[in-house]
């Protein structure tokens, strides 16, 4: 068995230092350094996440409200997606399609009682879904974080006994990127994590490819027994040493370009959800932070140059813009993540595109799989290791499969909708789905993939395929008839009622903010 004495992350950042503290959670006996850079600047004018961040915060001992005090955080329900189809409409995709399972009576919908289950995400919240869509019953009335969110209300109430704030739904974060970034590294540094400011110039390893040194500018010379490579898109370790061979998204996923801008916050509320707004040839996101909203145009640069876009952000919003700076990505991912004794996390791995702000809850998931993968570190076990790298490739792959299914819209307002509009762009997998769909509705056996977890499942291919006006239901009436789901219109007033009952307790997203603040 490996001795591991000396851990090394290389880059900071949220990933970073992210990394740093789950290593040392997990390896509390070794020595855990991370080397970055104050010249190496952070991407991103704002950042979102997903539900995944609340319990591995939690698991590593990280308190909620100190982040919202000293990231600029602002809660996140869902996403409001606008103007995709071009007619002006929008929908909402939440992070939990109705909170108290227990509380909601699928038995009179006419599903049978001994199927419920009382979670978030699981039949039960697919069959309250299909109840909805196929009842004509508007998503934002009976969803509950569409609820709140459409009223800028936060998914907390306070507990009228304690005085604490509880929460009544899942929700995630919109954060300022370096201030998480900071506040991150002043919790690692506290619990003892090493610091090295530095640049890694090259690396020597053993002649079988395991790296055992780090060289970095000014001479520093860093002995190490295991690299995570946070090192972002110069993907210093996992590209430039181990050329690992890269797997591109650009067939499926076409936007490449962004252009990020602040825009100064609403003194007078908060809202508790991203905004992605459909563009001629992209789309925008506005984030909302306690002090600005981090915002940007994201767009497929084949069609438009960073200065057209700027032009088009301009007339939308009606006022100049000062776009921080034009980034250029291309989605896809390494086929291999973890080579020899070196992990690729985050960006350094891979990235799709930010439409679901997926980049956090991937990295979160590429740790959480090391501690079942431990084999991998200790005995350099080839066989762990190829199925680590197997089931983070197909989680990858099945998130790049779900934001394309965004861009099947109605849209054909300029060349780059209508280029969609003949449907290459749709990953095989996915149009398999959607063959399926035209005859009966999302079930969790569409998927053949072996991972440990969908990172997107029936429940949120429903919500979107609905807003997008993709499902024909009438055709899943037959399939909706055996299972027994029915109508049942006094037990709707019940089901508002309820949801009601929520909403009335929630406390005001930006109260929230003041009250965690003190």
Known sequence: MKKLENVFIVGGGTAGWLSALYMQKIFPQSKISLIESDEIGIVGAGEGTTANIITFLEDLGINHFDLIKETGATLKLNIKFENWNGDGKSYYHPFSTFLGMSKIDLGKMGWPADK??????NDDARIY???CITNNLPLDDFLLNNVLSSKNLSNFSIDTRTGLARPISLNSYHFDASRLAQFLRRTGESRGIQRIEGIVESVINNGDGYITKLKLKGGLVCHTDFIIDCTGFKRKIIGEFYRTKW????KHLKVKSVIPFFLPPDENKIVSHTNCIAMKYGWMFQIPLQHRYGSGYIFDSDFINADQALEEAEKFMGRKLDPIRQLNFDAGRF?????????AIGLSYGFTEPIEATAIMMLIIQLSLIQSHLGGITHSDKFIISRYNKFIAEMN????????????????DSEFWKSLQEGSFIPDSLREK?????????????????VPWEPFIPENYLMVGHGLELFDTTAWT?????MGIKNNLSYNQEIKSLINNYNRVAVPHLDLIKILKK
């Open 397 to 412: 792959d099945r998130v790049m499969e779900f934001l394309a299914f965004h861009y099947i819209t109605k849209r054909k």
């Open 116 to 121: 419920t289950s009382s979670t978030y995400f």
């Open 434 to 450: 959607l063959d399926l769909w035209k005859s009966q509705a999302p079930t969790s056996l569409d998927d053949h993939s072996s």
């Open 129 to 131: 879904l299909l109840y």
């Open 247 to 250: 797997k591109s998204y650009k």
């Open 335 to 343: 086929e291999e993540g973890w080579v020899k004794n070196c992990i």
């Open 478 to 482: 037959p399939q909706l008839e055996l």
